[in-house]
């Protein structure tokens, strides 16, 4: 089903909302500090982090920049005076020697596989379990599929495709057409095998509907793996072993089995399927659990009279760390991905900092979460929102960071996932005051909305958004560096080459900053709690309504 906005909703989304003023004289968005943006996202990202890595020396080292910066500028720490606040995790390590096998066909680590195991069992040893094609994997009663349907799962393998029909088939009107749905994401595909009582799950990666290469998986997937640490149950249930396959190799084995994974991916996009290959699998490897503390690092800009009532910046300070087997460089910098999305958010604190000093605090309070472990699945911002400093009942909304604009200024603004929320027209209205236009992502298929720490928010009806570039520059200069800077970086997402670089032309930077800087002033002082289009996936938990509260009035 696609998701349809009511009447009011495009009233609102057209800039036309009445509950916004006009921008005052006391809500002109100061004029960022370039130059110390720049430092953040050099240093944080600079060789000597190594990466930022959840419980290891450059956490560390992160951990005690951020809270030095947040304290500089004057934040208070929001756990109980202390910037941390602490997140279980646990490590685990699946040993590079595997023996994998399936059907008749050995597979070879990295090349081929790459599996693991989230629990502490020293590690597999798995013999002849029957490998079963489940189709998307996907069991959802409100779009009347079912994947698993007359199936038991126990003691096998699901071999799952990645992404949901909605892509292969975008005119169908299945799922939510061209658009990904959380059925789509890794995350929900092991999830719903460990519901169904699998054994293993391996996703079937393919580069256009996962929308990133294989390079990814293998730089992603390999060594050491966080998690948060979860009760039993829930712990004993999860699959046993979980881990992707490439679509050369898969192929290979439906072929080796007398099936077309062709022929059947294209049954599976039209209606639910599942077929037993008859084959099995047998896999062997050590496993390695270790258990550490991380850390969100959370500080608070208290507002003065509705101080109780909080609006959330996040971004996330995580990157893949080091990975010493590799020949040359070693480092996942992450100057991209996120160091500059960390920066993005003390600079705005900064900011709203000076303004309060200055006699001009918001109502409501600010708070910035920089999250850990969100290349590991969303770790930091999910225990935050399970375990909020401040209640969620109080949370207004959130704003996250995540790889901000290195390629100029644009004339639009996009807002990935566009049409979910009210939190959306303070973001139109911000950006239309720098003559952009707001716009939906151009790849809904890659599932923005959903892979970074907003989504862990919105899970629980706090309205949440992703926003920031665009697509269109803004004259023929900035095309031209553009062209020339995404050349540079092609290939470096979840790679070495995510380094800062100095000529970098980070004014579409800082136009993206205003624009939440915009929108946040004029939450913080307005009284309103936007609440979710009816239509979207977190409607019934907080509902859009014409008639807001004034709280903070």
């Given amino acids: 089903m696609r998701f349809a906005l009511p009447t009011c909703a495009l009233v609102l989304l057209s800039a036309c909302s009445q509950h916004a003023p006009q921008l005052s004289s006391e809500e002109q968005v100061p004029a960022f500090n370039e130059a110390r943006f720049r430092l953040d996202i050099q240093t944080l990202s600079s060789d000597k982090f190594e990466g930022r890595a959840p419980t290891t020396q450059g956490e560390a080292l992160t951990l005690d920049y951020l809270s030095k910066a947040f304290a500089a500028a004057g934040l208070v720490g929001a756990n109980d005076g202390s910037f941390l606040q602490p997140v ?70 699901a071999l799952i495709l990645v992404n949901d029909p909605g892509f292969a088939l975008p005119e169908s009107g299945k799922f939510n057409g061209k658009a990904m749905t959380y059925y789509g994401r890794w995350s929900y ?85 599942n077929v037993a290959l008859q084959k099995s699998a047998s896999i062997a490897f050590a496993n390695k659990a270790e258990y550490a503390d991380s850390y969100n690092v959370v500080a608070t800009l208290p507002g003065q009279g509705a101080s109780d009532e909080q609006i959330l910046f996040t971004a996330h300070w995580d990157h893949i760390g080091l990975d010493t087997s590799k020949q040359g460089d070693q480092i996942y910098n992450g100057a991209l991905d996120n160091a500059s999305g960390t920066a993005g958010i003390l600079e705005i604190a900064r900011q709203f900092a000076t303004q309060a000093k200055q006699g001009k605090p918001l109502k409501r309070s600010l708070t910035f979460v920089a999250t850990t472990g969100e290349e590991q699945g969303l770790l930091g911002s999910r225990y935050y929102a399970a375990n909020p400093v401040y209640p969620l009942d109080k949370t207004v909304a959130v704003f996250n960071l995540d790889s901000t604009n290195i390629y100029g200024r644009t004339s639009d603004y996009t807002i990935v996932g566009k049409g979910k929320s009210q939190l959306e027209t303070y973001l139109v209205e911000a950006a239309s005051g720098q003559q952009r236009t707001a716009v939906s992502e151009t790849r809904p298929e890659s599932g923005g909305f959903f892979r970074s720490d907003h989504f862990s928010f919105a899970k629980y009806g706090v309205p949440a958004v992703f926003a920031g570039g665009g697509n269109n520059p803004v004259d023929d200069a900035t095309a031209k560096y553009k062209a020339e800077m995404k050349a540079q970086m092609k290939g470096c997402y979840h790679n070495v080459c995510d380094e800062y670089r100095a000529d970098w032309d980070l004014s579409g930077a800082l136009e993206d900053l205003g624009v939440y800087y915009q929108a946040a002033q004029r939450l913080g002082n307005n009284g309103d709690w936007p609440g979710y289009y009816a239509g979207t996936e977190f409607h019934q938990l907080r509902p859009a309504t014409t008639k807001e509260t004034t709280t903070a009035e």
């Fill in 88 to 157: 279980p995790m646990v490590s685990y390590t699946a040993s590079e020697s595997q023996t994998v096998t399936l059907g008749d066909l050995p597979m070879h680590y990295r090349q081929d596989i790459v599996l693991g195991s989230r629990h502490d069992n020293q590690g597999v040893e798995i013999k002849d379990a029957p490998l079963v094609f489940v189709g998307y994997g996907i069991k959802a009663p409100e779009y009347h599929w079912d994947d698993y349907q007359g199936l038991d799962m126990k003691g096998k393998i």
């Fill in 189 to 273: 595909k092991f999830e719903e095998a460990s519901r169904q009582g699998a054994l293993g799950a391996i996703i079937i990666h393919d580069t256009k509907p996962a929308s990133y290469p294989w390079s990814v998986v293998e730089n992603s997937w390999t060594g050491a793996q966080q998690d948060l640490v979860l009760d039993k149950a829930t712990q004993d249930s999860r699959v046993q072993v979980e881990g992707w396959i490439t679509k050369e190799k898969a192929s290979e084995l439906f072929d080796s089995a007398g099936l077309s994974l062709a022929t059947l991916s294209d049954r599976a996009a039209s209606s639910p399927v």
